[in-house]
């Protein structure tokens, strides 16, 4: 399990061209979180998305669905150890 983000910006690398070119982009900083599970036998992808942070409800969300598509079966989940994995919430879920 881990999380990404998503900054909805565009980024250019080497552009090379006789004209300036500009590109459209939204102003500020908004940007898409993404916070995912991988199966690693069938490579299911597992995802639950947001436009605000990632959080320990985010966590748990994600948790409840790995339950409902596996029940009755054991998980292991892999964390990186990010301050919203580790809280009481989560660890409180993850023994039900």
């Known amino acids: 399990m881990d999380a990404a983000h998503v900054v909805f910006a565009p980024f250019l690398g080497i552009v090379w061209c006789f004209q300036r070119l500009f590109i459209k ?20 992808l ?18 409840r669905v790995l339950a409902r598509t596996h029940q009755g079966l054991p998980i292991t989940i892999i964390l990186d150890n990010a301050r ?12 039900e």
């Open 25 to 44: 982009a939204p102003s500020g900083r908004q940007r898409l979180n993404v916070l995912a599970a991988l199966n690693a036998i069938s490579h299911e």
């Open 46 to 63: 597992f995802t639950v998305e947001n436009l605000t942070y990632i959080t320990s409800e985010t966590v748990c969300e994600l948790l």
């Open 84 to 95: 919203y994995q580790r809280c009481a919430l989560v660890q409180a879920i993850s023994q």
